[in-house]
């Protein structure tokens, strides 16, 4: 039908009424332009909507719609045959002011001469467009681009600030989550479109690239690791994809949270992915300032004259390390050699005393597998000291930093640790993410290869730290919901004794683990352990009853909750003084633990309200999972209490977050 209506346009009868229109005619075809240029091409669609970006009223809103739309009604064709047409932005009176005022027509005739005159020049569609990293965003407003530090705060106040931009150059920073590199591709693509909204580069008939700039401000860590880099950098130079280059600022800090370089990459400098595209790279100095400021203008000056990309490479140093508490020797102990030697003491110190808390169990875990002869591999971002410094599973020699982090990658390094997992089944494999949330970055490898099977045994086990603390939507969750919507809960397990302790490794059978870690109880004496919990005898126990109960019979309502929440509602009861209410633990979701769920019925037998109790929102959590195994194995309907369904996972805003913590635990408890 479509070769029919282009061979017989006007003959087919069936597209007779239908308005007619030719991409090819005088039009730019995906990007690539036309041979011939309409010659009327005005303003078209931007009419009334494309008025000054703050939609500011009065002299200064008309002074900037003259410096943006004066040129299309210059006298510039010395015909005069060319249709200059009225142009609706330069109206005053679409700015709330008068044409017959003295002051706006002193104005008006003062910019016509100006911008409308026999010279007409287009200089506010030039774009800069920056594309950074989650850290330092603020600063880089402040400082680079000179954004007042009062409308800052009160932006991030929830205040509407009103201000009047003079400037003639656009900037637009793009907004980045804590997923490194996240979005250096969307910078790509915001560049490209800008281009077609202001119809100049592929466009425009006109030089590629020309009126914008994509600035890229990335780690080495992060530029190294993440394999979208290379697959955005690919793009750089393809016909329909192409912005002109860009230019690429590399801070090399030469640290990756404790990742040293050497471990963090194969090349040697962190901007060599520069040499795959042809693109140069130029490596800096960073406290040298002049050297880097001669080194931005050649970067610039190479971008404008070739048009390709090209990469600065920052060669620096974090004086105070790699952590959010500014302690440096955290990070690089070599470079602050006072390195207090206490941690072995103090580990010995809890065995000793019979306090075990999280990190001291899992050592306690990882030391007696390799006990029964079985090899164990811990992978991941930071996993030697682990993200919240609870780990420090490794001896680190202060002199030559060797230590065995994994790049900064999820996708490849999670490929990379399945591989590993399936290969022998006498290994316990483990990966970690720096936070839950980052796990989606190996998205692709969970659900086809971890999820899928393929036929084949697979014991990976994966550690994912979450809870909700007011952190955000990056630093949260480990979205426990998508994992339960990838198992039917019908598998059987071998039911683990003094013996098999070890029971990831000791079943004839290997399936995929999946570990929700905290953050908050890494060290919390909640969370801590007699030494009597893991002598002979002791197992793992899927489902915690309250012991702080005196008298079960006394028990009307039973919560049920999982993980940091505990601790939460444990701290509201004592609070409210509630002395008929038990907190029930469950620590296995899946497979679901009917038969021992099940004994809540016989120890607390007068209970008569069931309630669960999360605080992830309602489509998220346990709960899709929970709710109708619940009712299927118990006959009973489980109530809900916690955030209700979002679109989001988490606030970071703290008044908020707040607000939600008191709105749940009113309704647990109410």
């Keep these: 039908m479509f070769t029919f209506h282009l061979k017989f346009p006007y003959k087919c009868h069936f597209f007779k009424n239908i308005p007619k229109r030719f991409y090819w005619q005088g039009r730019d075809i995906f990007g690539c332009s036309a041979t011939e240029k309409p010659s009327d091409t005005l303003l078209e669609n931007e009419g009334i909507s494309s008025l000054n970006e703050d939609n500011e009223k009065g002299i200064n809103s008309l ?32 700015y709330g002011l008068e044409k017959d005022e003295n002051e706006v027509v002193s104005t008006i005739e003062r910019l016509n001469k100006i911008y409308s005159g026999n010279i007409g020049i ?27 530090t009062g409308q800052l705060f009160r932006k991030h106040s929830d205040f509407y600030y009103k201000t009047i931009n003079d400037n003639n150059v656009h900037v637009s920073t793009l907004p980045n989550p804590s ?14 479109a800008r281009a077609q909204t202001l119809r ?51 801070v090399n800090n030469q640290l990756a949270f404790t990742a040293d370089k ?63 508490l500014d302690e440096p020797r955290f990070t690089q102990p070599s470079i602050h050699p006072t390195l207090q030697k206490s941690l072995v003491n103090s580990r010995l110190e809890k065995i000793q005393n019979g306090n075990i808390d999280w990190s001291t169990a899992e050592s306690l875990a990882i030391g007696s597998a390799l006990l029964q002869g079985f090899d164990v591999r811990l992978s991941g971002q ?180 999982s993980g940091k929440h505990s601790l939460t509602l444990f701290n ?8 008929d209410t038990a907190i029930v633990r469950l620590e296995e979701i899946c497979p679901f633990p009917v038969v021992d769920l099940a004994k809540i019925f016989d120890i607390y037998s007068n209970a008569k309200s069931f309630i669960w109790s999360q605080e992830e929102p309602r489509n998220a959590g346990c709960w899709p999972f929970i709710q109708n195994r619940f009712k299927n194995a118990f006959g009973i309907e489980l109530k809900y209490a916690g955030r209700a369904e979002q679109a989001w996972i988490a606030t970071s805003i703290a008044e908020v977050h707040e607000k939600e913590v008191l709105d749940i635990l009113e309704e647990t408890f109410s």
């Excluded at 040129?71 to 679409?94: K, Y």
């Excluded at 962190?270 to 790279?281: E, F, K, M």
């Design 63 to 94: 002074i900037n719609a003259y410096r943006r739309y004066g040129h299309l009604q210059a006298a510039i064709d010395p015909l005069n045959l060319g249709c200059r047409g009225r142009i609706p932005e330069l109206n005053p009176n679409l």
């Design 122 to 148: 287009q200089f506010m569609h030039l774009k800069f467009f920056w594309g950074g990293a989650h850290r330092g965003r603020l600063a880089l407003q402040n400082v680079l681009f000179q954004y007042p």
């Design 179 to 192: 997923h490194l590199e996240a979005t250096i591709a969307t910078l790509y693509g915001k560049a490209r």
């Design 200 to 250: 100049i580069g592929d466009y425009g008939g006109q030089v590629v690239g020309e009126g914008i700039l994509a600035v890229h401000h990335h780690g080495d860590g992060a530029f190294t690791g993440q394999g979208i880099v290379w697959e955005a950098l690919s793009m750089s130079q393809v016909p329909n994809f192409r912005i002109g280059g860009s230019i690429h600022l590399i």
């Design 262 to 324: 050497n471990i963090g990459r194969s090349s040697i400098h962190c901007g060599n992915v520069a040499l795959a595209i042809d693109c140069p790279l130029i490596c800096v100095n960073a406290e040298n300032i002049l050297e880097v400021i001669k080194a931005a203008k050649i970067a610039l000056k190479y971008r404008q004259i070739f048009r390709k990309e090209i990469f600065v490479e920052l060669i620096c140093y974090r004086r105070y390390g790699h952590n959010e």
């Design 382 to 561: 930071d996993v030697g000291r682990g993200t919240f410094s609870q780990r420090h599973a490794m001896l680190v020699c202060q002199q030559t930093d060797k230590i065995a982090n994994s790049p900064l990658s999820e996708a490849a390094v999670v490929g990379f640790e399945y591989g590993f997992a399936i290969e022998n089944p006498k290994r316990l494999v483990i990966w970690e993410a720096q936070f839950g949330d980052f796990y989606n970055g190996a998205q692709v490898q969970i659900d086809t290869l971890i999820a899928s099977k393929w036929f084949l045994q697979n014991g990976l086990v994966l550690l994912l730290p979450h809870g909700f603390d007011g952190a955000g939507p990056d630093h949260s969750s480990a979205h426990i919901e998508r994992f339960l919507s990838l198992t039917d809960s019908s598998e059987s397990q071998l039911v683990p004794d003094g013996d098999n302790i070890n029971m990831r490794i000791i079943t004839p059978y290997r399936k995929p683990l999946v570990i929700i870690t905290p953050k908050l109880l890494l060290r919390h004496s909640f969370s801590s352990s007699p030494i009597e919990d893991f002598v002979e005898g002791t197992s793992f126990q899927p489902v915690l009853f309250d012991k702080t109960i005196k008298e079960n019979k006394n028990i009307k309502k039973v919560i049920i909750c």
């Design 572 to 579: 509201e009861r004592s609070k409210r003084e509630i002395c």
